[in-house]
């Protein structure tokens, strides 16, 4: 029986150029780590910002293979690899950046520490959509701003890393907003959240409707510019604000007035300093628990995509048309 030495994987050759389908050498997981075959790869924004040169803080220079998040069957375990098995299901965020193998092929010889089980309840490519955002949220709602039961939790954002941070903060007790535009109200209301209508109301006029002028808690902004300058602005005395994009200059003032306190997330350090690596796949078991325990569900773009049309996902994520995470399943 002959065993497979090569593998299909999507490159990015040249900024913007069209991606291609290519056989190359498979992977041999060294110590630490283990050989995944990939099932289902995650799509993110910061995919188009690579790919088209444009992300210099990801250090993952072209011809690359692209895909942070990922979700398949463990196939051989490295040295030193204890607490997985061939044969299990699991996800993680393990790549596509800082010059490491992205998730967009057939194999990836990933670090152990950055893996989970898979949740029993989520298909692959649902398991898929989730590393990213997960740890994103988890590490700014949970880790710097620590949410308790009983707090006001606003998030300024519905989107991928939002309707995370909402429904990990409905889990913890906490009572949560999130500022969107009225056609995400229903979805929002959904999972238990208080939609805000970012065009009909002002900041001043929901923070005196829901908290009484006093503010929030603790505030999660996930899309950064004007966003976070509104947190700053809806948090309240002793309270605490987060972002996940918060890379731009602003104004200080409205939060030292209030003596409230704000915290950076800039998820990419554990794969590209090598530091923080096992609190990834911590932040992942965790997540498996909130799902199998039906608290925490993804919410994916209906459209169905595999290597060959991943140009097209890549399409309606720059053209602003999708609805949920997108996925590519590999073949």
Known sequence: MSVQSTMKALLAEMP???LRIADIAKPVPGEGQVLV??????????????????AAHARHPLP?????????IVEEIGAGVSGFRRGDAVYGMTGGVGGIQGSLAEFAAVDAALLAPKPQNLSMREAAALPLISITAWEGLVDRAGVKAGQKVLVIGGGGVG??????????????????GASKADYLAGLGATPIDRDAETVETYVARHTGGKGFDLVYDTV???GLD??????????HAVSCLGWGSHALAPLS???ATYSGVFTLLPLLTGEGRAHHGEIMREMTKLVEAGKVMPKLDPHRFTLADTDEAHRLIEDRQADGKLVVEID
């Open 16 to 18: 913007n150029s069209p």
């Open 37 to 54: 075959r990939i099932m289902a790869s995650g799509v993110n924004p910061l995919d188009l910002k690579i790919r088209a040169g444009n």
């Open 64 to 72: 690359a293979i692209l895909g942070i998040d990922m979700a398949g």
């Open 163 to 180: 309707h995370i941070v909402a429904q990990i903060a409905k889990a913890a007790g906490a009572e949560v907003y999130v500022v969107d």
């Open 224 to 226: 950064g510019g004007q």
């Open 230 to 239: 509104t947190a700053f602005r809806a948090v309240s005395r002793f309270g």
């Open 257 to 259: 007035f209030k003596a």
